[in-house]
């Protein structure tokens, strides 16, 4: 009878929760015209610093970081953190360079910056790509990772009465079309509002999971609870080792610390200052000065965030030892379902559904608005109105939506885990776009062609390098001498074939484009802040 009572509270709270988010996000678009271009794919251009911040931060986290990040904490230390904290710096050259010229030029899409730059060939080859990536990669490890945990706590295949992978099935269908709606149906600003409360909501539930361990582990006393699990095993909590240095024998590190000085630090650029889905929330802010707050605000958030993805996972080693190391994914919800009282699990769960739904929705509405304004008004129809154009992205979203669906199931048992997986195939679209982006803003004397040759070798050299030939070297090194080879070919190729005139940013008028007089100071202390946390780590 008492289950029956907290499983019935426990549904409560999801079901309340989840409720008032949707219900206070419709509230606030009562008076928005989401018809128009503006209006539905940049949530008309009116998004203010903590919206962005918030919404920043929950398109990026999500259940892959909660799940995926933690498991591989667990398995492998706090080697993982760079993922994390290198962000920051990423968000400061956001801020600082990208943002400006962004706003300044009045763009709606990352590969609209292409076609004024080169051509709009060169446009339309990587709106193709950033599509297939969101289909092919994120979109289902999203929604696989978020099925998982809520399977695991829920016990969805319990409540059914049917085995674990049908209950995963059940689920991913269920959220994915709930995700699917909020995109379709809301558009950007529906998006940014359900990521800010869900945002702040999953910082709190988030950081409830390591507290309620340490102080259950403590004795009422966090110091002490950390000081045990550091203990268990100190290794697990040093941020530059070369090994491991745990678990059944050692072996060269996940994430070795160099890996910031080679590809790392490409990635993070490309994904914080190119990224569709991220630099959408930046393209539909008020002014500059608002889009800055918003970058700067989320670099902050992003030190922060080991707290939530990184920190449980090393507890989870404390509680599980080796127990899960061959299932790494399964720690965070193991863990969840340990130190959560049954009255918080459904608030935890309404988050965490939240967190999977701003990452999917995010995602698909970012698609959409690429296909619908680079390729369907390009090459289909080229007088399609604003509606029509709203219309085609709706569609869009509902049909991605469905082919993810269909391929989350199947992206299970990555050997070294979720989160590393889809940094694996991330690598095929993120560092060959990246360098052509930079290129295009850099190197004046990069051509058309040789941006496309650059994209072209860029694909080919990393799927030949690391999925066929297997070098035996880290993936991210791999990113590192991809981007410097791109550059090469990109500035060999346009010696032959070059610029026939140079371009120029223009102001398209559309924003206030005056900075945030706090950008820079703000910036200082995210780079400081990082150093000293590396600083500090590295000597444990």
Known sequence: ?????????????????????????????????????????????SLTGVIIAGSLLLTNISTEHLVGMNGSAYKNGAIIIAWEVTSALALVIAALYFAPRYLKMGLTTIPEFLEKRFDG??????????????????????????????????????LLNVNQKEGIWITILIVGGIGALYAIFGGLKMVAYTDTINGFGLLLAGLLVPILALWSIGDGNLAEGISKVFEKNPGKFNVISHETGVGPGSRSAILPFEVIFTGLMINQIYFWTMHQSIIQRVLGAVNLKEAQKGLLFTGLLKILVPLVIVLPGLIGFYYFGEEFYDNPDSVYPNLVKMVLPDWLTGFFVAVMMGAILTTFNSALNSAATVFSLGIFKRYIQKN????????????????LAIFAIGIAPYVANAPEGLYQLLQQLNGIFFIPIASVIIAGFLLPNVSATGAKAGLFFGLLFYVMSYFILKVDLHFVHIWGIEFVLNICVMLLISRFFPNKETFVIKDAGI?????????????????????????????V
């Open 1 to 45: 009878m008492v289950l029956l009572i907290f499983k019935a509270m426990t549904f409560l709270t999801f079901i309340l929760f989840t409720s008032f988010v949707a219900l206070y996000a419709t509230w606030k678009l009562r008076r928005d015209k989401l018809n128009t271009k503006d209006g539905y794919f940049l949530g008309g251009r």
């Open 121 to 158: 060939l060169t446009r339309t080859l990587v709106a193709l790509l950033l599509i297939i990536s969101f289909v092919a990669t994120l979109l289902p490890i999203v929604l696989y990772t978020g099925a998982l945990n809520i399977e695991a706590i829920f016990e969805i295949s319990e």
């Open 384 to 399: 399609a109105g604003e509606k029509k154009l709203v219309r085609i992205g709706k569609w869009t979203s509902a049909i």
């Open 511 to 539: 924003l206030n484009l005056k900075p945030w007089k706090f950008a820079v100071p703000f910036s200082l202390f995210l780079v400081i802040f990082t150093i000293i946390l590396y600083l500090l780590l590295g000597n």
